[in-house]
Structure formats: C-alpha cells, structure tokens
C-alpha cells in the first residue's frame, strides 16, 4: 500500500520528458511476417503444444505531458497449431481503475495471418469488436477475438498501456501455459526512481543489462530482461496457484532522489496501512459497527461464562445465520448491518461481522488479511501492498490461545481455516499487535477405512465397511454429501468401488462438526467363476490408482496444504479347505526427515487374514530436490495396494 501522492514527483521532474523512439533490432515488427512463421506445423521443444508464443516484446518508459505516465507498448506473435489452441485467439488485457486512479488501454492493432494456395493472406482486428468487461471491484479486462483464425494462423498483436500507478510498474510475464520461444522487457527509468525488481520462477535469463543514457539534466537507466525457449506452465497437483510459480518480473518504487531534497522513501509502513484500514470505512469502522447485535451477545454472555464458550456460540452463530455469497475481497461492499439483515455477505462482511461481535463480548479479536491459495502467496519480506490480499478473516485471543476462524464455511469447527486460506501467511490488522499470523491447518486429512468380510466356498465375499473421516477429510465429504443428498451420494460410492458393492450406508455425525464422520455400509462381491482359485483384492477397490507425480522432473514444490493419515484395515475368513497360495510381503517405506511414512502388512492366524495399509504425510510441503523421493514413495504404494492375494482350494486326501 503506497501512501505518498505523484502530484509531488509531477512538480519536482518537470523538466523530464521521455519518449520511447527505439524498437529492438532484433524485435519481430508488427505486421511483418516471415513465411517460416506460417508454414510451421510443430514446435520441435513441444510437440504437444495447442499453441507457442514466438515473441512476446514490451517496452515501458516514462512521460510527462501533462501528468506524470508509465507507458507500455507490447508487442505479441502467437502461432496457433491445434484447434485446441483456438482459445488464444482470445485475447484479454487487464488494467486498473479506482477513482482517480487509472490505466488506458489504447493503439489496439491485430492482424491474422494464414498461408492460403501459397500466398499470404492477413485479416485486420476490427476495433469496433473490443469491448470492456468489468472482473472485480477495481480491475476491468480489454477483449477481444482475433478473426479469421484456424491451424496454422499466426496472430499479431500491440497495444499500449497508460497508466498513472508510477509505485507499482505492471509486472512482466515471460512464462504462459503454452510455451514462449522470445520473451523481452525493456524499462527505461529516470535515475531519481529507485525501484526493487523482484524476479520470481525456476527459467533462467537469457539477458539480464542495464546502461545509463541520457543528458546532463536526467539520465535514465535502461533495463533489458530476456528468456527464450520458456517452456509451457503446467498445472500440476499439489500446488497453489500457477501463478506462483510463474517466471516473471515484479517492480515496486522503493524511494525518489531529487536533487537538492535528499531521499524521499516512497514505501508504505505497516503501521500506517492498519491506521488506515482500522479507519477505512468499508473496513475497520464497521468493527464499531455494533448496536443491532447487543442483546444477542448480551444473551450469550449470560448462558456461557467462559471465553472460550463465549467465542464457540458467536462463532456458531455466524455460521447458522449467514450464507456466503462467494465473494471475496477485502472491503465490504454493503454495511455488516444490512449483510446481517440480509443473511448473506462476502467473506469480509462476514468476518468483519464475526470480529465485531466478539469485540463487543469483550474478547481479543482482530481481522486477519489473507491471500487464497489460488491468489497466490504473499513475501513477507516485500513492503506492504495490498492488492497481494484478497480475503479476510478473524483473530482472536483466548486465555493465550489463539484461534483463527472464517466463518463462511458452516462445516468447520472452530480454528479449522478453509482449505483456500491455508498459503503461507496472514497480516494481523491490530494497533497494539501488528504481525504476520502462519496459517497453518490446525488439523490433518485422515481417514481410517475398517472392514470385516467372510469368503465362502463359491469366492463370494459379505461383510460390513466402516470409515471414519476427520479433519479435511470429513470437511470434504460433509459437504458432498449435503450438496448431493444422501441417497446420490450412495450411488456414487457403489459405483467408485468396481467389482465391490458397497449398500445401505448408514452415516453418523453429518452435522456435527466436533465429531468425525462415521458411514458404515453393507459390502459384498460375487464370485469370478472360479471356486479352485480365488483371486482377492485386499484393498476393496480403496487402493491409489496412479501416481499423482507424473513427471520425471518438477521444479515447483508438491504442496499437500494439510497433513495426511489413511489407514486402510480390512479382516478376512478365510473359507474351510483353502489355503493361501500368494499373498503380498509386507513392506515399510520412509521420506527422509520424517517426511512421510508406508506400512502394508499382512497377519495371518489360522483362517483370519488381516491387511493393514497406512499412508502419512507428515509435512504439507516438499521442495523439488526431494520430488524423486517423493515420487517412488507414491510408486511404492501403488504396486504394492494393487498386489492380490490368491486363495487356492487344498486337494482332498
């Protein structure tokens, strides 16, 4: 958050003035196509890619006119070599608006190029086909679609963007979800701007330079940032958001030297952002916000003496009483009054709700400024900026506990944060306690699967299955199990199971949040023809299908965002006059560091047979040096759960 006005910057560099008259003399020029472009049917780094981006060139200078300007020219050629990648003829461009406060998109040019009987022809972009689309409070999208395009087009693209945002330049994206085979920033910045560029991805640069030019009166510093062959960005499982992981450049304005007035430091303080959002309006000033909810916590107060109590019935009753609407943000977009009369609000009127009301029962309670995992993390190390936040939720105190709530999920106990909450680290908004909160997961995944089964003469198995969920886990089936109902739900499970029919399931606890979910339910299987053989899946089709680690190389972290416990346990009898003829070695698997650990054992004792399988990771994340390990970890457990035992029937004497 950047607290200082440009008007200051406008009046002290009058006499700067620079405009951006030099175009790369390697740079593709707009609407100058090379045949070789349009004849390509692969690219050789990625046959499997939809589309590759051939170049991609930016270009940002400052200019004064009448105001202070950053200007970006961009520059972008895309091939497109499937049908699957027709999407990037799609082309959508952000920017920023919030008062006085502005980006202008303009000087929007395209062609599509295609080779047809051997000659080129080109289509032009029509501007009266690009239109402005509202995503969110203060961002708006540019669109349009490029025409004309098939396999083997090529799109070229420009435009420019103005804007009035000098503290935070746009960053700069060399990597995409298909591949890049040039990507290049130029920056050219007055000297007085000491700006922090923050590079962030696992691509390395191809050109990284800096040059001074300029005449006596301002020099300006010339930046240039290269990648080639960036490959594509994959989503993959296990990870926040893409973005990041994303190979890309950032700028924020540290301080301005001018001379004859010493160093201006132009970054925000924590200190003076929560001054200002306790003062905000549509923020801290509806925690005062307190007199239609006075005889509910009165009440409250007076059936549960305990601050511990006391928080549980408001953080109850929250939950009972709204319903999120889906929206996140920061600020409130209507009062928590009228949220409250309304019965529904975004995540920040209900947890500025719920702080509110336990600041009025007395306890310590403060909102908590938090970035979703599909927002991406926030550095702590950076100065603060808020538009790196996008949620929020509550603080509180109690007898030295601390406990962090978020109340738009009604399934979750108290402390149990929302899966899209935990990532990394939250900004506590507390005069007398100003830090970062870590948004750990205060439970794990777990899921403990039991089941008892008799096998007779013909190979048929019955019996009864018991699995208890906690943690995520009964977050997770809570949840679909309400959306479908019981009986959809039921269906599905028989259906998951393959050969295995899982019936009449009886489920305890769906409501009750404190508890786990228990649902025990009718097993059976028919006979597969042969009573001299019996082939047996321990696992009853509950077993790890695939290796979620595909690649043989990942340079991003696996983060499973909470702890996991499966235990799987499943006992057998074993029908008269047969014996076993092959059953599974037991095995036990190690992650270095206490990372993650499988067991599978197998017992016997005279015609009971039990398997036990167990899977627990232990720590959410795991770094790319330790992905191998990880990977065979999970290789280990699916050739192990997918080994059957044989049952053979014993010739009589």
């Avoid at 969110?136 to 025409?147: D, H, I, Q, S, V």
């Avoid at 098939?150 to 420009?158: A, C, L, M, P, Q």
């Avoid at 007199?291 to 109850?316: N, R, S, T, W, Y």
Wanted: net charge neutral.
């Amino acid at each position: 958050m950047n607290t200082n006005s440009p008007t200051k910057l406008v009046l002290l560099l009058s006499l700067f003035c620079c405009s951006w008259s030099q175009v790369l003399a390697q740079a593709a020029k707009f609407g100058k196509i090379d045949e070789a472009e349009l004849k390509l049917r692969t690219y050789d780094k990625d046959t499997s890619a939809a589309a590759v981006i051939l170049s991609d060139y930016g270009f940002t200078t400052f200019n004064l006119v009448n105001d202070l300007k950053v200007v970006t020219e961009r520059h972008i050629r895309i091939k497109i070599l499937k049908k699957s990648g027709y999407d990037w003829a799609n082309i959508s461009v952000p920017y920023y608006r919030n008062g006085s406060t502005k980006d202008n998109v303009g000087s929007i040019k395209g062609y599509t190029y295609n080779l047809e009987n051997g000659k080129v022809e080109k289509v032009k972009l029509e501007s009266k086909t690009v239109f402005d689309e509202q995503r969110n409070e203060y961002w708006y999208l540019k669109k349009f679609t490029m025409p004309n395009v098939k396999e083997g087009s090529v799109i070229d693209v420009s435009y420019t963007i103005t804007s009035d945002r000098v503290y935070n330049l746009r960053e700069w994206e060399f990597q995409s979800t298909i591949p890049t085979v040039w990507s290049e920033y130029r920056a050219r910045i007055p000297q007085y701007f000491d700006y922090r560029f923050q590079m962030q991805g696992y691509h390395p640069l191809h050109q990284n330079d800096k040059q001074s030019n300029g005449g006596t009166e301002m020099i300006n510093n010339s930046y240039v940032w290269v990648m080639k062959d960036v490959p594509a960005l994959k989503e993959e499982k296990y990870i926040t958001s893409l973005g990041d992981y994303q190979s890309k450049i950032e700028f924020e304005l540290q301080q301005v030297n001018i001379p004859g007035r010493g160093t201006e430091i132009m970054t925000g303080s924590w200190n003076k952002v929560t001054e200002d959002l306790l003062a905000e309006t549509s923020f801290g000033a509806q925690l005062n916000r307190n007199g239609f909810f006075k005889d509910e916590i009165a009440a409250i107060k007076v059936k549960h003496k305990e601050p511990e109590q006391q928080m549980q019935a408001i953080f109850d009753l929250v939950k009972a009483r709204m319903k999120w609407n889906q929206h996140t943000g920061l600020y409130t977009s209507n009062p928590i009054r009228k949220a409250y009369d309304l019965r529904q609000g975004s995540a920040a009127e209900i947890n500025l709700l719920l702080t509110s009301m336990l600041l009025e029962a007395g306890l310590d309670a403060a909102p908590v400024l938090v970035s979703t995992r599909d927002h991406g993390r926030v550095l702590t190390n950076y100065s603060p900026m808020i538009n790196k936040f996008n949620y929020v939720i509550t603080h509180v105190n109690v007898g030295g506990q601390e406990y962090l709530l978020d109340a738009t999920e009604p399934l979750s106990p108290v402390g149990m944060l929302p899966f899209r909450c935990l990532n990394g680290n939250g900004r506590l908004i507390k005069k007398a306690d100003q830090r970062w909160v870590e948004l750990n997961p205060s439970t794990a995944y777990t899921k403990l699967f039991n089941a008892k089964l008799t096998i007779n003469e013909k190979g048929e198995l019955t019996g009864t299955g018991h699995e208890s969920a906690g943690g995520y886990n009964a977050l997770y089936l809570r949840k679909t199990i309400l959306e479908e109902g019981e009986s959809k739900f039921a269906e599905r499970i028989a259906k998951e199971v393959g050969d295995f029919k899982m019936t009449k399931p009886e489920i305890k606890n769906l409501t009750d949040v404190n508890k786990a979910l228990d649902i025990t339910y009718n097993i059976s299987a028919n006979s597969n023809g042969q009573v001299s053989i019996i082939y047996l899946n321990p696992m009853l089709g509950q077993a790890e299908e695939e290796n979620p680690f595909k690649l043989n190389e990942r340079l991003y972290p696996v983060d499973f965002g909470t702890p996991r416990d499966e235990t799987f346990i499943s006992h057998f009898t074993i029908p008269a006059g047969y014996e076993l003829d092959e059953v599974p070695k037991s095995l036990v698997v190690n992650l270095p560091e206490k990372g993650g650990r499988f067991m599978y054992v197998v017992k016997q004792e005279g015609s009971s047979l039990q398997v036990m399988s167990k899977v627990s990771i232990t720590k959410p994340v795991f770094f790319a040096p330790e992905y191998a390990l990880l990977k065979e970890f999970y290789n280990q457990i699916i050739a192990k759960q997918a080994e059957q035992i044989v049952l053979k029937k014993v010739a009589a004497n």
